[in-house]
């Protein structure tokens, strides 16, 4: 069997791009109208929240760590996977259409919601969905 290693090409640029991944009812899995564009766990932008905790543990000869700190670092990475978001015409937060996609906003987000980081982390990191057409 013939295979050639350029028909992966484009696993890397999607996931610096991002794909959409439409969010999901965490018990009916229909659409709630929250549509995400998420970069692989491969990315520049995931790799460069990986390398600076790396740096950061590093350079404080950090030998332990805490539960805490692996919750804080792992919802960080996923928070760096969201590149953007939008709401359907009629979704809602709190009453209101969504705010902008900032940092702060998706960390906030995941934090009132998990099952949607769960989500995510779940599209980011299988490749298979970045090698889509």
Same mark, same amino acid.
């Given at each position: 069997?013939?295979?050639?290693?350029?028909?992966?090409?484009?696993?890397?640029?999607?996931?610096?791009?991002?794909?959409? *991944?439409?969010? &999901?009812?965490?018990?009916?899995?229909?659409?709630? =109208?929250?549509? %995400?564009?998420?970069?692989?766990? #491969?990315?520049?932008?995931?790799?460069?929240?990986?390398?600076?905790?790396?740096?950061?543990?590093?350079?404080?000869?950090?030998?332990?760590?805490?539960?805490?700190?692996?919750?804080?670092?792992?919802?960080?990475?996923?928070?760096?996977?969201? *590149?953007?978001? &939008?709401?359907?015409?009629?979704?809602?937060?709190? =009453?209101?259409? %969504?705010?902008?996609?900032?940092? #702060?906003?998706?960390?906030?987000?995941?934090?009132?919601?998990?099952?949607?980081?769960?989500?995510?982390?779940?599209?980011?990191?299988?490749?298979?969905?970045?090698?889509?057409?």
């Amino acid at each position: 069997m013939s295979f050639d290693l350029a028909s992966l090409d484009a696993l890397k640029s999607n996931q610096d791009d991002g794909l959409e *991944l439409k969010i &999901k009812h965490p018990v009916s899995g229909e659409p709630i =109208g929250l549509t %995400l564009r998420v970069a692989g766990y #491969e990315s520049d932008a995931v790799k460069k929240v990986q390398r600076r905790q790396a740096n950061e543990r590093l350079r404080k000869r950090i030998t332990k760590i805490t539960a805490e700190e692996i919750e804080r670092n792992a919802r960080e990475v996923v928070v760096a996977s969201v *590149l953007s978001w &939008k709401g359907d015409e009629d979704f809602r937060l709190d =009453g209101q259409p %969504l705010p902008e996609c900032t940092k #702060e906003a998706v960390d906030g987000l995941l934090r009132r919601f998990p099952f949607i980081g769960s989500q995510i982390d779940d599209f980011a990191s299988d490749q298979s969905n970045f090698l889509q057409s």
